[in-house]
């Protein structure tokens, strides 16, 4: 089964500031998406952006980019400007199609004013 | 448009007792999955159904026991509450649309089993 691996339990960041959250992942198929999910204090999953495995190009939404790198199995997510209101868990996920999306263990962002 | 609504919040049960979680979405949606949420595990996928009629076991469904009536609705059991079951549950839905699209979440439920 395909395992996502988010190697920082924790991240702190100033604000104003840019932070990378890491995630890599175990896969033998080259079609596929990623994606990153913010779940701030109040527990609701948002997502924060998608890639789709076979575009090149790097998905950008805001102040929020991914670094995808496809044979190196990474997909890290930047934060630029960091804004208090980043506070959150972010969990990187894995799908080949909508009913299995394997998901990472999560990274706590804390912003410091 | 309400998105998904689960109920209830929060529940208490006892070792041993049933209950149903229950998921609705409002957005027209054929695919509707249960994860549960466990401190350094992520979210894992507990049963899904793509559509009226149709489920099947995700990644942790011993223990639970899905429905599908209604494109609507995607109840939740817990057959006989376990302390193992203790977690935060959540529904999400998305559109059956070509590729791997943004999967829309309730609000979760704390369910903890004592």
């Known amino acids: 089964a395909q395992t996502v691996t988010q190697s920082q339990p924790e991240m702190s960041v100033q604000e104003a500031e840019t932070v990378t959250l890491s995630c890599t992942y175990d896969t033998s198929e080259s079609d596929y998406y990623l994606f990153w999910y913010k779940q701030p204090p109040s527990r609701q999953m948002i997502l924060v952006i998608r890639?789709?495995?076979?575009?090149?190009q790097n998905a950008t939404e805001n102040r929020f980019s991914v670094n995808f790198q496809k044979a190196a199995k990474s997909f890290s997510l930047k934060i630029s400007d960091s804004q208090l209101g980043d506070a959150a868990m972010y969990f990187c996920a894995y799908g080949e199609n909508n009913n299995d999306m394997r998901f990472g263990a999560g990274t706590r962002l804390t912003v410091k004013p | 448009n309400a998105g998904v609504t689960q109920t209830p919040k929060f529940q208490v049960l006892k070792t041993g007792q049933s209950m149903t979680l229950q998921c609705a979405q409002d957005?027209?949606?054929?695919?509707m999955s249960w994860y549960r949420q466990d401190p350094g595990m992520g979210l894992r996928l507990i049963h899904y159904s793509v559509g009226a009629g149709i489920t099947d076991q995700g990644e942790v469904p011993n223990g639970y026991n899905v429905s599908r009536s209604t494109t609507e609705d995607f109840p939740l059991r817990l057959l006989s509450a376990a302390p193992s079951q203790t977690s935060v549950y959540f529904c999400a839905s998305t559109q059956g649309l070509a590729g791997v699209n943004e999967q829309f979440f309730g609000p979760g439920t704390r369910l903890t089993v004592l």
């Open positions: 890639q789709e495995a076979y575009k090149q």
């Open positions: 957005m027209n949606h054929e695919y």
